[in-house]
Nanobody
């Protein structure tokens, strides 16, 4: 089992910045993918960004150039730096840890972009 604890999020004005962090604990192995997904009210959960254990990244087109994902393997943590936030970025953001045959989700953290 893997436990994911998220932190960060909150209320920010359009154009502002936030950082989300996620820490994995438990049966963490050395080869995995960590990432962030989000779900807005009435919409399906969607990919925001992922990063492999060797640093390969993948971003949704809607966040490219604004969001940066990074991880620290020694601490099993993944961060999402979000800049130039827009109202359409408002959603619950979920941390995900997964491999070929497993996946774990965090409890989610709310991000609200509003003036």
């Amino acid at each position: 089992q893997v436990q994911l604890v998220e932190s960060g999020g909150g209320l920010v004005q359009p154009g502002g910045s936030l950082r989300l962090s996620c820490a994995a604990s438990g049966s963490v192995d050395s080869i995995n993918v960590m990432g962030w997904y989000r779900q807005a009210p009435g919409k399906q959960r969607e990919l925001v960004a992922t990063i492999t254990s060797i640093g390969n990244t993948n971003y949704a087109d809607s966040v490219k150039g604004r969001f940066t994902i990074s991880r620290l393997n020694a601490k099993n943590t993944v961060d999402l730096r979000m800049n130039s936030l827009k109202p359409e970025d408002t959603a619950v953001y979920y941390c995900k840890y997964f491999g070929p045959a497993y996946e774990y989700w965090g409890q989610g953290t709310q991000v609200t972009v509003s003036s």
